[in-house]
Nanobody, 125 residues
Framework: VQLQASGGGLVQAGGSLRLSCAAS????????MAWFRQAPGKEREFVAA????????YYTDSVKGRFTISGDVATNTVYLQVSSLKPEDTAVYYC???????????????????WGQGTEVTVSS
């Protein structure tokens, strides 16, 4: 499976972006997809995830109400609509996919089998 992330950029605080992650290859093996982010000098953190089969979504508390994850099964693409951006949202955003059958919030990077190259989001104050 290959993941291609796009959509990052420079935006002012309060602005919005839509990040995309296109999956290709043996996509039938994917059970969940997620977005993580990593700010300079910090560990990679979970942002949001979506279960492919039922569409259930999960979010980290700091983005609830501002970010929305969605998926298009037909095109094997996952989106992350990021709104009401804050300077602390500045990071490289990575998409990831797992073959794991998820029964709880899939927040741990180690659970993921495939990673995209990352797309940078910079929020200016």
């Amino acid at each position: 499976v290959q993941l291609q992330a796009s959509g990052g950029g420079l935006v002012q605080a309060g602005g919005s972006l839509r990040l995309s992650c296109a999956a290709s290859g043996r996509t039938f093996s994917i059970n969940a997809m997620a977005w993580f982010r990593q700010a300079p000098g910090k560990e990679r953190e979970f942002v949001a995830a979506i279960l492919r089969s039922v569409g259930s979504t999960y979010y980290t508390d700091s983005v609830k109400g501002r970010f929305t994850i969605s998926g298009d099964v037909a095109t094997n693409t996952v989106y992350l609509q990021v709104s009401s951006l804050k300077p602390e949202d500045t990071a490289v955003y990575y998409c990831a996919a797992t073959r794991l059958v998820v029964t709880t919030t899939p927040r741990y990077p180690a659970w993921y089998d495939y990673w995209g190259q990352g797309t940078e989001v910079t929020v200016s104050s």
